[in-house]
Nanobody, 122 residues
Framework: QVQLVESGGGLVQAGGSLRLSCAAS????????IGWFRQAPGKEREFVVA????????YYADSAKGRFTISRDNAKNSVYLQMNSLKPEDTAVYYC???????????????WGQGTQVTVSS
């Protein structure tokens, strides 16, 4: 099974940008859809964005449209999340996940990274 490691989180002011990375191990990375989820304190884990295995299709939650961009480089076994115009409500732990379907339900994604903290100050 693919193993995932997120990086790139940090503290940023409102209006700023961050680029998250999700690095995967395993030769089957290119066969998986990859999703980004986030979880704020006291809240459920929520879907943010996903990209198909080939990179041809992307899916965005309304909260991410126009501000976040997902991309992948299968040659590098990596997926990236460019986050612009960040807001305090974007503060959360961000997780990448691998799966064979693209659905918003976190329970449908079998492989997860450990998460990276994103904090947006006002």
């Amino acid at each position: 099974q693919v193993q995932l490691v997120e990086s790139g989180g940090g503290l940023v002011q409102a209006g700023g940008s961050l680029r998250l990375s999700c690095a995967a191990s395993g030769r089957t990375f290119s066969t998986y859809n990859i999703g980004w989820f986030r979880q704020a304190p006291g809240k459920e884990r929520e879907f943010v964005v996903a990209i198909s295995s080939s990179g041809s299709y992307t899916y965005y939650a309304d909260s991410a449209k126009g501000r976040f961009t997902i991309s992948r480089d299968n040659a590098k076994n990596s997926v990236y999340l460019q986050m612009n115009s960040l807001k305090p409500e974007d503060t959360a732990v961000y997780y990448c996940a691998a799966g064979n379907t693209v659905v918003a339900a976190a329970t449908s994604w079998p492989a997860w990274g450990q998460g990276t903290q994103v904090t947006v100050s006002s």
